[in-house]
Every structure is written in structure tokens, then in C-alpha cells.
């Protein structure tokens, strides 16, 4: 039995700014978006899944590829359709955490793969275990937080030329003082810096 990923064929949507053949060629030197789903923020948005079934629990709106900024619908640990080091920026937010180990190793390698510049991954932290009453997302299969990502970047890209952060939050609103906690892990790594 295939995956899902291995049943879907890349679909490149064309706006008035780029072609379906234009992306192996041409220089992009701007943001690539991966896993944009109904926010995208590159020039370029790669995203697997169009229906909202295969997102958000089957909630939510369907991505309209139609109006989003040249949509190239992919499977992101195979983004073969770009060149290496093809994008300045490539920006990943809430995708890491939904593909299992080993295949969050793989998304990571081919993120690094097409950055030119400066990769940023955000996910949620691994500390969201400690709270069981919080309704953790079931599709949430990886779990991370910043002494993950300080091992596996120098075993797995071979660069020390990156930062992690954990992003805090109080746990119920910032107007009632409860204790800061982890939220958030965001990882930069940059080529060149």
C-alpha cells in the first residue's frame, strides 16, 4: 500500500507572475512557503493537501489554489520541481510536528536543500505532553522542543550556524499571572551569516 504522498502528483498553479516550467530554471530569490495551508506567506507556497479533510480534522475551508500566489501543490520532503539553494528564505510553520519520525528528519534535510539563506521552522514544544487535559492534537506525531533541534542539526544539515528558541506564553492569558511556559520552538539556520 502507497501513502498519500506517494499518490499525489505535484500540481504547480500558475499565476500572472510565474509558469508551470519557470520554477526548475528560474532564479526565485524571494520566500518559499511550505505547508502554507490557508495562510500563505511566500512568493512561492507549497502545500500538500487542498481539501480541509486532510487538514484541521476535516474542519475548516478548502485551500483555493486559484488565489494563492503561486501554489505549487507537493509533497514536501520531495520538492524535486526546485534547484538547490533555489530560495533566499524558506519558512515552514506547524508542518514538522504532523510527519513521523524518520520522515521529520527527511522534511528537514530538503528544507535545507532549496534554502539559499535562512531556513525558520516553527512547531509546537514537546512540553504540551506535561498537560494531558489540554487536548493535544492527535495529528500531531513528532514532538520537539530545543535540545531536540541543538542535537539533530549538526548530525543531520552539518551546520553549527543556527539558533533555537523557545517561544513562551502564560497558560491561560497574560492578564492573570500563571508561570511562563513553553509554547513554541523556532529554529533558525542560516548558510551564510
Known sequence: MTSITQQ?????YQ??????TSYAT????????????LHPRGDVNVDLYIDSRHRRSGN???????????????????????????????????????????????LLKE????????????????????FPKLNRSRNHVSNFDAKTFEKAVPQILGTRNFEVKNIYRGIFSKMIPFPQWPHLVRLDVWRNR
Open 8 to 12: 499525489v502528483t505535484p500540481l504547480i
Open 15 to 20: 499565476t500572472e507572475t510565474a509558469t508551470a
Open 26 to 37: 528560474e532564479t526565485l530569490s524571494g520566500v518559499l512557503d511550505v505547508g502554507c495551508g
Open 60 to 106: 475548516g475551508p478548502n485551500i483555493n489554489p486559484e488565489t494563492v500566489q503561486n501554489f505549487v501543490q507537493a509533497d514536501a520532503c520531495n520538492m524535486y520541481m526546485f534547484r538547490n539553494q533555489q530560495f533566499d528564505t524558506v519558512r515552514c510553520y506547524h508542518l514538522i510536528e504532523h510527519i513521523p519520525a524518520p520522515g521529520c528528519w527527511d
Open 111 to 130: 528544507l535545507w536543500r532549496v534554502t539559499k539563506h535562512h531556513l525558520v521552522i516553527v512547531c509546537p514544544n514537546r512540553y504540551w505532553l506535561k
